[in-house]
């Protein structure tokens, strides 16, 4: 388990009326926050995907809700408000070999930095890479505090 | 124009027409009772004898034949006569278990030719008519030389058919037990004549066996009364008709069968092909990732028939990546094409969604206009 590797809670979803609003009514009605979200469309269904401030319990809630959940470890990093801002994360990636899966960004409440969430296939050399360039990988407390 | 190929026998009168029957249904039942094992012994069962037989409703006294037969006594079981009298064989695809086999005599392929001959000629064909066989060819086809896929169609249908290509469409019956497509409607498309001196044929209510009334929607029962290297004592066929034995305008006096309405079992049939959901079922049983609830839907998209196959996809199967799920998605519709030789869109949807057994399932949602 890595430190600083979050969980991200992935929902299969059916692509139909109604579906998103059941999951999101499951997540507010137990209190729980979402931090960042994002929707894969293939067709007939699609993935949501999303941090949360508590995993477990998002988790818990949407399953006894009887969706197919699934739980993800990304990486949250900080991401510089300003050009270039990305460059700097995807090239310390992609010059050692780590490939991303997909990514999606927010800005934190006090929308001094922006955060992105990254999948990619090795999480622990990726923080270590990203780390050793000076770029800040969030850990999951951050995250619940944000 | 619209002419006879056999007029003797086309326009015989009924009363001949049933004295004929009756003399072949009493040699045929004395035929397969001193040939074949497996007759011998299900007449026994029956408590019947060929002398028994003595006229055209002694045939109810006979033992039916199924599908179930023809595989248990797969390959030749039914077909004993020795090889050097069988001029061929026809072996179906069996997609949906032992493939069955049929021989043919010399006799019965010149038969065949004949009640062919019949039905193309009441339809208008003739000499210097070219016979296009418009049809995709897989590696199943059903029926032998002239070939057909069959699919249940609405009188709507047909009339866009007709309407569209400027061509009459006729309603063209028969199965590979029968000897293939050999029988048809006339020119005046109002009903199927199966041709009475090769053919008895009764409808029967397929849960108490018994014959329905004259005009009622039955279990189509066939007992074949020329064919003799595959003879077939009242077999149930499982295709569900209405019988008129009112002569036809036309001046045929056979009986004709209406339409098929539908099946007694819970067969389905895409694109000329049959689909049983147990076939579906076998599949998904061995794939780990979905669940055992699945549902076929069918639809008619323009002129052709789509199969949908929903299925439900399990939590632990469930990976976050697209691409997982799209490829297995793609290995059950692969894996079931290579089972129902047809092409299935599968739709992944949530656990719990597909509708529980409870007693007999409801597996299939048809929504072609039949």
């Known amino acids: 388990m890595n430190m600083e590797a979050i969980k991200q809670i992935s929902i299969f979803m059916e692509n139909k009326y109604g579906k998103m609003a059941r999951g999101a009514k499951a997540l507010g009605d137990a209190g729980v926050n979402i931090r960042a979200l994002t929707i894969a469309e293939a ?104 | 124009m619209f002419e006879y190929w056999n007029p003797r026998i086309e326009r015989m009168p009924i009363k001949d027409l049933h004295k004929l029957q009756e003399e072949r249904l009493r040699t045929i039942a004395r035929y397969v009772y001193d040939h074949s094992s497996f007759y011998r012994q299900r007449f026994r069962e029956a408590g019947v004898e060929p002398e028994d037989i003595k006229e055209l409703s002694d045939v109810t006294k006979l033992p039916f034949t199924t599908k179930i037969d023809l595989r248990n006594t797969y390959p030749t079981g039914m077909c004993w006569l020795p090889k050097d009298w069988v001029g061929r064989y026809h072996v179906s695809s069996g997609t949906t278990g032992k493939p069955t086999v049929v021989g043919y005599t010399q006799g019965d392929i010149d038969m065949w030719t004949d009640s062919l001959a019949r039905a193309l000629t009441s339809i208008g064909l003739g000499r210097g008519d070219v016979i296009q066989v418009s049809y995709g060819y897989g590696l199943f086809t059903g029926g032998l030389g002239l070939h057909y896929g069959a699919e249940p169609w609405s009188d709507e249908t047909r009339r866009r058919i007709e309407e569209s290509t400027g061509i009459k469409a006729y309603d063209i019956y028969g199965t590979s037990e029968m000897s293939g497509p050999l029988c048809s409607e006339s020119h005046l498309q109002n009903g199927i004549h199966i041709w009475a001196d090769l053919f008895l044929i009764e409808a029967i209510d397929p849960k108490t066996g018994e014959q329905v009334a004259e005009g009622e929607r039955g279990e189509l029962v066939v007992t074949t009364l020329d064919k003799w290297a595959f003879p077939l004592i009242r077999y149930r066929i499982g295709d569900l008709t209405i019988v008129n034995n009112e002569p036809c305008e036309c001046g045929r006096t056979h009986p004709r069968i209406m339409r098929i309405l539908g099946r007694t079992d819970d067969m389905i049939i895409v694109r000329g092909i049959n689909v049983f959901p147990s076939q579906v079922e076998s599949v998904l049983m061995k794939i780990p990732e979905i669940g055992d609830n699945y549902m076929i839907i069918v639809d008619r998209k323009g002129p052709l028939d789509v199969m949908t196959v929903k299925v439900e996809v399990t939590e632990s199967a469930f990976s976050d990546k697209i691409a997982d799920l799209m490829s297995l998605s793609k290995a059950v519709s692969q894996q079931l094409k290579g089972v129902l030789n047809i092409m299935a869109d599968v739709e992944l949807v949530e656990p719990g969604t597909i509708p529980r057994s409870e007693g007999k399932a409801q597996r299939v949602i048809d929504n072609r206009e039949v």
Not at chain 1, 70 to 93: F, K, M, Q, R, W
Not at chain 1, 135 to 143: H, S
């Open chain 1, 43 to 146: 067709g007939d269904f699609g993935i949501v995907r999303m941090v949360v401030d508590d995993t477990e319990k998002g988790y818990k809630v949407l399953s006894d809700e009887g969706f197919t959940v699934s739980e993800t470890e990304v990486l949250a990093v900080e991401i510089e408000d300003s050009p270039g801002g990305l460059y700097e994360i995807a090239n310390t990636l992609g010059m050692n070999e780590i490939n991303v899966d997909y990514a999606y960004a927010f800005v934190t409440a006090k929308a001094e930095r922006a955060m992105l969430i990254l999948r990619v296939d090795d999480v622990k050399r990726a923080t270590r890479v990203l780390s050793e360039a000076g770029v800040r990988v969030a850990t999951g407390e951050e995250i619940q505090q944000i």
